[in-house]
C-alpha cells in the first residue's frame, strides 16, 4: 500500500509538470486552432532566464514575475513572426513549420548562451522529503502541483469573468463573428500566445529545481506534454489535469510493476486508443467542423 | 619553406549531456599538442588538430569520419567519447586505414570490432569495461561485503553493453542482482527504478549511465530517503552528476584511471599546465580522467609517427603495435602498450576507486593514495 500512496505521489507529481506545459497548448488552439510547437523551448528559455536571475542574486520569488513577462513577451513575438502570416494566408500548416523553426532556433540560440550542459537550478525550499501517508513527497513537488493548479484557476477564472477573457472566448467559438462584433480578433490570438508562453516560463521556473535545467530540457518534456494535451482535450483545462496525472501514474506504476523498460509504452497506447475512441480527448468537446 | 603539418582529427562531443567528458578531452589533446610543437613537433613537422563536434550522435560522428578521409586527410583520429558513435564511425577509418586511438570511449567490444579483419586499425588508452564491471563488483560484493545489489543502466548502447558487462562480473562471484532497471536519457522521475531495487532489498545501486541521469538517480533517493552506496563506472566522476546530484552525490564511487592530483611531477605540471590554460571553475577539471587520457593519447601518437618516420597509416599501426621506446604518460608510463593481438594500452591494476567528496573526485582507499606516486604499469 505504501508502495503505491509512493508512486502515485510520484506520478502525480509528473503529471502535473506535464499538466503545465500541455496546458499552454490549449491555450492557443482555443483562440486561433493552432498550437505552439515550441512550448517545450518555451519553458526551456523561462527555466534558464530564470536560472541566471537566480544566479545573479534575485529572489525565486522576485524572479518568477520577471520570467512570466519575458515568456510573455517571447510568446507574442512567436505569433507575430511565425503564426500571424500563416493565419493571413489562411494556410492550414504554416504555422506548424513555422512554430518547430522558431523552437529550434530559440533552443540553438540558448546553447550559444548557456551552453548545452545540464544545470542544477538552487531549490527555493528545503530538499528533504516530508512523511505524508507514508510516502515521502518533496517540498518542491507540492509546489508544483500547489503552483499549477493556481495558474490554471487563474487563467480559467479570467476567461470566465472578465470581459478580456469573454473576448478570447468568443474568438474561440467562432473567429469571424467576433470579428464582426468588434473584437480584436488579431490581437485576442497575439494575447493569447504571449498568456501560453508566459505559463510555459513560469512552468519552466517552477519545475526546474525537480528536472534539471538546461537546452534540451523542453524536447522530451513538450512531447510528454503534448500526449498529455491530446489525452485530456485539447479544449479542456480540466482535462489537462487529468490527462498529466493519468500519464503520470501510468508511468510510475507501469516502470514498478511491469518494467522499467516499458515505462513509456502505457502512456502512449493510451493516446493511441484516446485518438482511436474519442479523437477529442477524454473531456474534450467535438465540433462538427463545416466546410 | 616549412614542412607541411601533421594533420590529427579530434572527434568528441562538445556539446550535450557527455560535453563534460568531450570537452575536457579536447583541451587535454590541445595541451600535449601545443607542448609537442613548441619543443618542434614531430620530425620538424608541426601538429595540427582538426576538431568536430559529434554531439554524441551516431550520424553525426559518421558524417565527421567521412569528412576527416576524404577532404581534411588526417593521418590518424583520436578520441570518441560515446561508444555508440566510436562503433558507427571506425568502419570509414579501418577501411581507409588510419589509425585511431580511442582515448575515451569504454564499451569493450570497441577494440574488437574488426577482431575478424587482417589488420585491426582501431586502438584505446581507456578502461575498457569489462576491466571496470569487474572492479565495480569486487568493491561492492568483496570489499564491502554486500550480497544483494540493483543495477540501474540507462537505455543507450553503452549502458546496455555496461549492464551485461555486470551482470557477467556478478555471475562470476555466484550473485544475481536483486533489480535490473533502465532508464532513458533525459528521464525526470526515478521513483519506480528505486523503489523496485528499495523493496527487492537492495544494499547498494551499481550504475551505468552518464552525468545527469546519474545525478537524478541520487536526487532520487534523496526523495525516497533510502540511502545506500552508488557504485558504478567511471561516469560518476563527470562534473554535471557531481554538481546536480550535490550532497546526495557524495560517497559515489567508481573506477578511475586518473585522479586529479599531483602525485608525480609529471601529473602535477600537467594538472597545473591545464588549470592555467583552461581555467576551469573552482579549478576543478569536469573530467579529469577524459583530459589526461586525451593527453597521453596525442603523446602516443606522436612516438607512433616519430618511430614510423612517415604519416602513412599502415606504418603509424605497426609502429603503435611495436613502440619501442616507452611513452611517459600522466594515467601511466605506456612500456609496449599495443601489440598486434592487444589494442588496449589499459589493464586491470591501472583503475583505482575515486569517490566523489565535497564536489570533487578524490582517492577512496588510502592505501590507493599512500601508493600514488608509483606509476602503475600494464601487466
Known sequence: ?291 | MAADPIKIGVDGPFTGGSSSMGVSMRDGVRLAAEEINKSGGVMGRQIQLVERDDEGKNERGVQIAQEFINKEKVVAVVGYINTGVALASQRFFQDAKIPVLNNVATGSIITHQFDKDPENYVFRNAAHDSIQAPMIVEEAVTRRGYKKVAILADSTNYGQLGREDLEKALKAKGITPVAVEKFNIKDVDMTAQLLKSKEAGAEAVLTYGIGPELAQIANGMTKLGWKVPIIGSWTLAMANFIDNAGPGGDGARMPQTFIQEPTTPKRKAFIDNFVKTFKPKNNRMDSPVSAAQGYDSIYLLAAAIKQAGNTEGPKIKAALEDLKTPVEGVVTTYTKPFSKDDHDAITANIPVFGEVKGGRVIFANAEDQKSAGTVRLKK
Open chain 1, 1 to 291: 500500500m505504501q508502495i503505491l500512496t509512493q508512486l502515485i505521489f510520484s506520478g502525480i507529481a509528473l503529471g502535473m509538470i506535464y499538466a503545465v506545459i500541455a496546458f499552454g497548448y490549449q491555450l492557443t488552439f482555443a483562440t486561433s486552432d493552432t498550437l505552439n510547437f515550441g512550448q517545450g523551448d518555451a519553458l526551456m528559455l523561462g527555466a534558464l532566464v530564470g536560472l541566471t536571475l537566480v544566479g545573479l542574486g534575485v529572489n525565486y520569488w522576485l524572479m518568477i514575475p520577471i520570467v512570466c513577462l519575458f515568456g510573455a513577451v517571447q510568446g507574442a513575438v512567436v505569433e507575430r513572426i511565425g503564426v500571424r502570416p500563416a493565419i493571413k494566408i489562411k494556410s492550414e500548416f504554416g504555422w506548424i513549420m513555422s512554430t518547430i523553426a522558431l523552437g529550434i532556433i530559440f533552443k540553438n540560440v540558448a546553447e550559444n548562451v548557456w551552453g548545452r550542459d545540464d544545470l542544477k537550478f538552487p531549490s527555493p525550499l528545503p530538499e528533504s522529503p516530508l512523511k505524508f501517508l507514508n510516502a515521502n513527497v518533496l517540498p518542491m513537488e507540492i509546489l508544483v502541483v500547489g503552483g499549477a493548479l493556481l495558474m490554471m484557476l487563474a487563467v480559467e477564472f479570467f476567461n470566465r469573468k472578465t470581459i478580456y477573457g469573454k473576448a478570447v472566448v468568443a474568438t474561440f467559438n467562432d473567429r469571424d463573428a467576433a470579428k464582426l462584433m468588434g473584437i480584436n480578433t488579431g490581437l485576442v490570438i497575439t494575447f493569447s500566445y504571449a498568456l501560453s508562453s508566459m505559463t510555459a516560463a513560469f512552468a519552466g521556473v517552477l519545475i526546474a529545481p525537480l528536472t534539471l535545467t538546461g537546452a534540451t530540457m523542453g524536447a522530451v518534456l513538450g512531447l510528454k506534454a503534448f500526449a498529455v494535451a491530446i489525452i485530456g482535450g485539447l479544449t479542456s483545462g480540466m482535462g489537462i489535469v487529468v490527462g498529466g496525472i493519468i500519464l503520470g501514474i501510468a508511468e510510475t506504476t507501469t516502470g514498478f510493476y511491469l518494467s522499467t523498460g516499458y515505462k513509456d509504452v502505457p502512456g502512449l497506447v493510451l493516446l493511441l486508443i484516446v485518438l482511436a475512441v474519442r479523437p477529442a480527448g477524454l473531456f474534450g468537446k467535438t465540433a462538427i467542423k463545416k466546410v
